[in-house]
């Protein structure tokens, strides 16, 4: 009797052979080490958003991040350092990039109208308007988050530029302004304050175009109030001191 044929197998296929086998579970990999504060921040800012912060769980961060909540706590401490993670990475990247020069121009109505561009372009952003909208709609519930937005530092950093220049106008005695500070302040908000507003569906948003004639009129109505001015003459008949 013939002895049975030996059966042949397939070889195994080179796609099988090379492929590397998946992760299970484990310390992540150097690169995936590298990306997960971005993905944890990322899933945060989409959950801030979309519910509020009092809505918002560590759980639910943890499951839209793929993590678990061990590794959400070695790398933060709690919710409010998670939130202040996430406005610290909206506001940097609001920044204008380094190579753009702030305060560029030949006189300070030029250099007032290129800030108030600049401001408005990174205040009327979605993240920014949506970012404001928490903050306004949350922080009564929650003082942390306007103690958070202040600590950043961001709108006093803008105030004290701003401020700078005036007080070197002030100094060469083209405008009159006591208190370059509040003249900064009130300069920054005459600038945000109605396309902000407009913006946030007050009414409807502003054009490219609007908003750049928007800032040159807030810039000639700023300056024609802070303009040096010479004293007034003494009516006829009045007496003088």
Do not use: N
Not at 62 to 72: C, E, L, P
Not at 149 to 168: D, F, P, R, Y
């Amino acid at each position: 009797m013939a002895p049975a044929a030996k059966r042949k197998t397939a070889p195994p296929s080179p796609r099988k052979a090379l492929a590397p086998a998946r992760r299970r579970g484990g310390r992540p990999s150097r690169d995936e080490a590298a990306q997960l504060p971005d993905r944890i921040l990322d899933a945060a800012t989409e959950l801030f958003f979309a519910r509020g912060y009092g809505a918002t769980s560590i759980e639910a961060v943890a499951q839209r991040a793929r993590i678990s909540k061990r590794t959400f706590y070695h790398r933060f401490e709690d919710k409010a350092a998670l939130f202040g993670a996430v406005l610290h990475r909206i506001i940097e990247r609001l920044r204008p990039p380094p190579a753009i020069p702030l305060v560029a121009g030949a006189d300070i109505a030029e250099v007032l109208r290129r800030l108030a561009s600049l401001i408005l372009h990174a205040a009327l952003t979605p993240h920014a308007l949506a970012l404001h909208r928490l903050i306004v709609g949350e922080s009564a519930r929650f003082p942390k988050l306007a103690a958070a937005v202040t600590s950043e530092g961001a709108t006093q950093e803008a105030i004290a530029l701003i401020g700078g220049i005036l007080a070197h106008e002030a100094r060469a005695g083209t405008l009159a302004v006591a208190d370059t500070s509040e003249a900064a302040e009130q300069f920054l908000y005459l600038v945000l304050s109605i396309p902000q507003r407009r913006a946030l569906g007050l009414g409807k948003p502003m054009t490219a175009i609007e908003l750049d004639q928007w800032a040159g009129t807030v810039v000639d109505l700023f300056l024609d109030g802070c303009r040096a001015r010479p004293p007034a003459r003494a009516k006829s008949g009045e007496r003088k001191d």
